[in-house]
């Protein structure tokens, strides 16, 4: 398994070039994988090389982390595990209140939480999962900093936070990466994201990296989601907007096809050819996909390949957003 480095110096973290986003296989996608078969698809990825695993307390509430923390037990000591505080969650109950709460005695009492439910003494990367407006980022950072002095955290991370936000944390306590939606299909980051992260040292984790499925070329105007499936409410997965981007789709499929690979090897590969400290997490509940998935390390996009699809890519108008509104006014980007 080829490994890239998060962050810079003491704070560098060492994982896989591709991780395993865990969150599907417990909420958002439709009812929850069944227990036994995700367990052997954690031990499969680990088995394949795979050492960085995502997870977070808002996954069920509580729910993933319990998953994750099981699977894992046996190979602590040869991967790392993401976890993130920051939504408003009743710390014992995992009752959702709505909106976020970072306040430093959430944020410890959410800590102490997730290191039972992962089975750990330390938490190898702890993210602020959504931006809190009521409490000055400095004071998150600076709570983490002590955690990290405690020995419960390694690593420090931002999740969909905004540049200015990223410096002004970064200089309380270094951040080893920032978490952000990043795909073919939304480039955000690009514009202030990635230029900050390349100057202060900053990994990047792209989350939906084959754009919540749609870049595997499996699904277009006529997919049912389950009912419980987040994208029944985002904009850019209605059929008319599915339809609309499909020329995207066909773009991907014609790479894929002169490099003998798949969709989704391609939406990987690029996002691994875009910078060296770029580490995407794209989950799934299904082992053929996950080896289907690592194989996009193993495709090469040369030069020319990345400068033809850019100039496809800019030729193709995109509809929808990529969250609802109210789930947009959470994020800085």
């Known amino acids: 398994m080829l490994m890239r480095t998060l962050g810079t110096g003491n704070g560098a973290l060492e994982v896989s070039a591709l991780g395993l986003g865990c969150m599907g296989m417990s909420s958002s996608y439709g009812p929850p994988g069944d227990k036994k078969e995700m367990i052997a698809l954690i031990h499969e990825a680990v088995d394949k090389g795979v050492t960085f695993f995502d997870t977070a307390e808002a996954y069920g509430p509580f729910a993933n982390e319990l998953l994750v923390g099981e699977a894992l037990a046996p190979f602590r000591n040869r991967i790392a595990v993401a976890t993130k505080f920051g939504f408003n969650i009743d710390p014992d109950t995992g009752e959702r209140r709505g909106g976020v709460d970072s306040r430093p005695e959430h944020i410890r ?9 992962l089975g750990v003494e330390a938490i190898d990367l702890l993210y602020q999962h959504r931006v809190d407006p009521a409490v000055p980022i400095e004071d998150v950072a600076g709570t983490v900093k002590d955690l990290i002095a405690q020995g419960k955290v390694k690593h420090f991370g931002l999740s969909e936070a905004g540049a200015q936000t990223i410096r002004r944390a970064h200089a309380i306590q270094p951040i080893t990466a920032v978490q952000s939606e990043y795909s073919l299909w939304w480039r955000g980051p690009e514009s202030e994201i990635l230029p900050t ?16 499925g749609f870049l595997t070329g499996k699904i277009d105007e006529h997919t049912a989601f389950d009912k419980t499936d987040f994208r029944t409410m985002v904009p850019r997965f209605t059929p008319e907007a599915l339809k609309a981007n499909m020329a995207l789709v066909d773009m991907v499929k014609d790479v894929a096809t ?10 990987l590969a690029w996002l691994l050819a875009k910078k060296p400290w770029i580490v995407p997490i794209p989950g799934t509940t299904k082992p053929h996909r996950l080896l289907e ?24 108008p995109l509809e929808g957003a990529r969250l609802p509104e109210s789930a947009l006014k959470m994020t800085g980007l």
């Open 258 to 267: 002169r490099k003998g690979a798949t969709p989704a090897q391609i939406a």
């Open 293 to 316: 998935n690592l194989g996009a390390i193993g495709v090469e996009l040369t030069g020319n390949d990345l400068a033809e699809i850019e100039v496809a890519l800019s030729k193709i």
């Open 109 to 117: 009492k959410a800590v102490e939480g997730s290191l039972k439910r």
């Open 197 to 212: 992260l390349e100057e202060l040292g900053i990994g990047f984790v792209c989350f939906s990296p084959l754009g919540a």
